[in-house]
Antibody, heavy 116, light 108 residues
Framework: EVQLVESGGGSVQPGGSLRLSCAAS????????MSWARQAPGKGLEWVAN????????HYVDSVKGRFTISRDNAKNSVYLEMNSLRAEDTAMYYC?????????WGQGTLVTVSS | DIQMTQSPSTLSASVGDTVIITCRAS??????LAWYQQKPGKAPKLLIY???TLESGVPSRFSGSGSGTEFTLTISGLQADDFATYYC??????????FGPGTTVDIK
């Protein structure tokens, strides 16, 4: 059974940092692009970043460029999102997803709250 | 950047109705378009990918069509379990995915 489990969310002050993790099981994550998306409270979905199978290519939505870094450790079947210089508008549920010809599996999310 | 729009933003319907949601892209995404269903407090669920391919396990009352810049999601015979928010997403190339703003289907 395919599972994606996010962790690392929490409350942080503006300007702070967090590192989100996504542990994949039930499939070989190194065979797939992986993505992070987010959803602010009461708002729609926003794709945040994705990373190629071997980590050689990464892409980000403009609003997080220079602040967030996506990475992966295929030996651990894990994907990460390092978030720096956090802002109030980064407050959201963060989801990781298995990507490719279809984004078919999503985790249940980890909540990030940025507030003073 | 490719922008996605959806219409309507909210749709009131009854069980048994046929519902059509439209998604438009600001430039061609060929058929790299997916539809998701999301219920409150839950992760998105993939319904349709490559514009018209039904994801495994998704009821056949859901169907998708379109290519290029205009796409539709049709729910034929709305069921109680279908009241939710629906999002389209383009994934024409890996450099930038974009979601539409969502369409909420609620009970009339």
């Amino acid at each position: 059974e395919v599972q994606l489990v996010e962790s690392g969310g929490g409350s942080v002050q503006p300007g702070g940092s967090l590192r989100l993790s996504c542990a994949a099981s039930g499939f070989t994550s190194s065979d797939y692009w992986m993505s992070w998306a987010r959803q602010a409270p009461g708002k729609g979905l926003e794709w945040v970043a994705n990373i190629k199978e071997d980590g050689s290519e990464k892409h980000y939505v403009d609003s997080v460029k220079g602040r967030f870094t996506i990475s992966r450790d295929n030996a651990k079947n894990s994907v990460y999102l390092e978030m720096n210089s956090l802002r109030a508008e980064d407050t959201a549920m963060y989801y990781c997803a298995k990507s490719g010809t279809k984004n078919d599996y999503w985790g249940q999310g980890t909540l990030v709250t940025v507030s003073s | 950047d490719i922008q996605m729009t959806q219409s309507p933003s909210t749709l009131s319907a009854s069980v048994g109705d046929t519902v059509i949601i439209t998604c438009r892209a600001s430039q061609s995404v060929r058929t790299w378009l997916a539809w998701y269903q999301q219920k409150p407090g839950k992760a998105p669920k993939l319904l349709i990918y490559k514009a018209s391919t039904l994801e495994s396990g998704v009821p056949s009352r859901f169907s998708g069509s379109g290519s290029g810049t205009e796409f539709t999601l049709t729910i034929s015979g709305l069921q109680a379990d279908d009241f939710a928010t629906y999002y389209c997403q383009q994934y024409d190339n890996y450099s930038l995915f974009t979601f539409g703003p969502g369409t909420t289907v609620d009970i009339k």
